[in-house]
């Protein structure tokens, strides 16, 4: 829906049901921020809009631009019309995704690293029984089985105080398998307790850092519950973000899903200058659930982190580096 006028805006918090939300014909909000509503109304809608329960785009504020007013309490803003229209189109394609999305970035932002992640993961097994998911399991292209590769997963080298952990999986573009998450929970719970490991590194072998989670175990979990039960246990983002002070990751190529949401976490984050960075998990009819609400919304807040999963778009390393996704860029 558009809110196009201040009656407008005064009957719809009025009525509960005429409410947007992602069971509406049009599955969020557009607030145009150009036009500046008495200093009443705009405090009631700053109460009212991060309640709806869908996507609230703020119009005529940049992507990333510092947001001041109404426009703070938005789930992200656009320039133009032109800007909004892809991002409209995916929320109307996946209406229940971005519903979640933006109540778990709404609800994370100032909670501790732990609940938040929680949260996350929650919401994140609440939407793998959802029919957006469900139908794109029931869909999907059949998937090469990845082929094996010798030596560990996660080839770890210690020299005195220091140690590096690569990721040795390039021909499944390092992908985060079970086993390459196991590997990595492994080695960094071992570094978090060893007070004599000072300096950590990661990296990654082959074309990129990683493409994220493993497709192909997409779905293969016996259901959400133990699904969240294991995030609980061993999630590689976590361990990382416990020691975190200590460790510096090193990235190029691409960096997707969970292939930035993990090491989002590090203290220090180098990225390699042909690196980018793309959230693909709305087209999966998922939100990202490998700590990325976290780690990526904490390092350029949760409206950049929203444009990036509503857009899907790549982000370059240039961006990353403006925004603060990256800290240090390599040539």
Request: proline content about 7%.
């Amino acid at each position: 829906m558009r809110l196009t006028d201040h009656d407008q805006a005064g009957a719809w918090m009025r009525d509960p049901a005429t409410t947007p939300g992602a069971l509406s014909e049009t599955p969020y909000l557009l607030l145009d921020l150009r036009d500046t509503p008495p200093p009443a109304l705009a405090s009631a809608l700053a109460a009212w809009l991060p309640t709806l329960p869908c996507a609230v785009i703020g119009l005529g504020v940049a992507t990333g631009e510092a947001a001041t007013g109404l426009a703070k309490v938005c789930d992200l803003t656009v320039a133009s019309e032109a800007e909004a229209a892809p991002l409209i189109d995916n929320i109307v394609r996946w209406p229940l995704a971005s519903m979640v999305l933006v109540q778990v970035l709404r609800a994370i932002e100032n909670l501790p690293l732990v609940a938040a992640l929680q949260v996350e993961s929650l919401a994140y097994g609440c939407l793998q029984q959802g029919a957006e998911f469900r139908q794109w399991l029931a869909t999907r292209a059949p998937i090469a089985t990845p082929p094996a590769e010798a030596g560990p997963a996660v080839d770890t080298r210690r020299d005195g105080d220091q140690v590096q952990l690569i990721l040795n999986r390039p021909l499944q573009h390092n992908a985060m398998s079970v086993e390459m998450r196991d590997a990595l929970v492994e080695a960094l719970q071992w570094i978090r307790i060893d007070d004599s490991v000072t300096r950590v590194r990661i990296s990654a072998r082959g074309r990129c850092f990683s493409t994220g989670g493993e497709l192909a175990e997409f779905g293969s979990t016996p259901d959400p519950a133990t699904a969240h039960a294991v995030r609980s246990l061993a999630l590689p983002g976590r361990e990382l973000a416990l020691c975190a002070d200590r460790v510096s990751v090193e990235v190029h190529g691409a960096c997707i899903g969970s292939g930035i949401e993990f090491p989002a976490f590090a203290g220090e984050l180098i990225a390699h200058a042909d690196s980018h960075f793309q959230l693909p998990e709305l087209r999966y009819g998922l939100i990202p659930g490998a700590g990325g609400c976290v780690s990526i919304g904490r390092r350029i807040g949760r409206q950049r982190c929203a444009w990036m999963v509503l857009s899907g778009k790549r982000v370059s390393a240039q961006k990353a580096k403006q925004w603060g996704l990256v800290d240090r860029l390599l040539p």
